[in-house]
């Protein structure tokens, strides 16, 4: 396995006690001790924020957790940079774009997602909004919208209206089902993926690493584009640096068995923790 130098995730959900976080303290940093053996060294952990509770007793909450294990995390794995965004849920209710504590990094990034999982009737207003507002909106896992699938142009028009798409690691192997993971990598092949994050939960347990994706594009003969999608880019999103156009990275879907577990070796920690829980 080559080694991965300085991948980085902007998509995962840690946050003891809150959301879908860790139960424990302990158990997040567990968790990033894994992903720091995975050489996943710079994270954004983005616990759900329905937009209507921007200024909210539930925020505070995840604040204050966030913040005592950030301060846990700076003794124990010094290497690891981590920091706290939101996956903020677009529900109608209008976000403060000067709220720069929902900013995954200066550059006024914002990662998003549209509620249950459903395609909108109207997919680009909300987006078109937040662009208006001066924000520049990250859509999470746009490949697992359900109805996505039958209106594939979506993605090209999003991007073109300016919005990054985040792919999830899990859906180039099919842990979310078949139509995501062809609908996410159509999207590789056509280069209309910005970046990938692991979109990982701590409750329920879901373990997929952006390392699995970094190392399942380079054995796929993609380098490039898998240190721009779990590298480069997301560091550039969470530093305010340029994003990079990521190019097209075809992936085989003949090898693909559908049982949602797919050809990419499994990393170090996904042995350590078990696929059984943690
Ligand atoms: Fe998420």
Do not use: K
């Not at 997040?28 to 007793?57: C, K, M, N, Q, Y």
């Not at 896992?141 to 090209?156: K, L, N």
């Not at 842990?175 to 692991?198: F, H, I, N, T, W």
Request: charged content about 25%.
């Amino acid at each position: 396995m080559t080694d991965a130098p300085r991948l980085a995730d902007l998509h995962c959900h840690l946050v003891p006690g809150v959301d879908d976080g860790a139960e424990t303290f302990r158990d997040a940093l567990v968790w990033l001790e894994a992903f720091a053996e995975d050489g996943i060294t710079r994270v954004a952990t983005t616990p759900h924020l329905p937009a209507r509770l921007a200024d909210s007793d539930y925020r505070r909450r995840v604040v204050d957790r966030f913040s005592e294990l950030a301060a846990r995390a700076e003794d124990r794995l010094p290497s690891v940079e981590l920091s706290l965004a939101f996956e903020i849920r677009l529900d109608g209710a209008p976000l403060d774009p000067a709220d720069e504590a929902l900013w995954l990094g200066p550059g006024r990034h914002v990662l998003v997602e549209f509620q249950g999982l459903v395609l909108p009737a109207e997919p680009q207003r909300e987006l078109s909004s937040l662009l208006e507002a001066g924000l520049h909106p990250v859509l999470a896992h746009p490949e697992r919208y359900q109805g996505i699938g039958h209106d594939r142009a979506w993605p090209s028009l999003w991007r073109e209206m300016g919005v990054r798409l985040c792919v999830n690691a899990g859906s180039l192997w099919g842990a979310y089902g078949r139509e995501p993971q062809e609908v996410a990598r159509g999207m590789l092949a056509r280069g209309e993926a910005d970046l990938v994050g692991s979109d990982h939960h701590a409750r329920p347990h879901r373990s997929d690493t952006v390392r699995e994706a970094w190392d399942l594009l380079r054995d796929a003969g993609h380098p490039e584009a898998a240190d721009l999608l779990v590298g480069e880019n997301t560091r550039a999103v969470l530093d305010g640096g340029e994003l990079a156009a990521v190019p097209p990275a075809p992936l085989d879907t003949a090898e693909e068995d559908g049982s949602g577990v797919g050809t990419t070796g499994r990393s170090s920690w996904w042995r350590f923790l078990g696929a059984g829980g943690r």
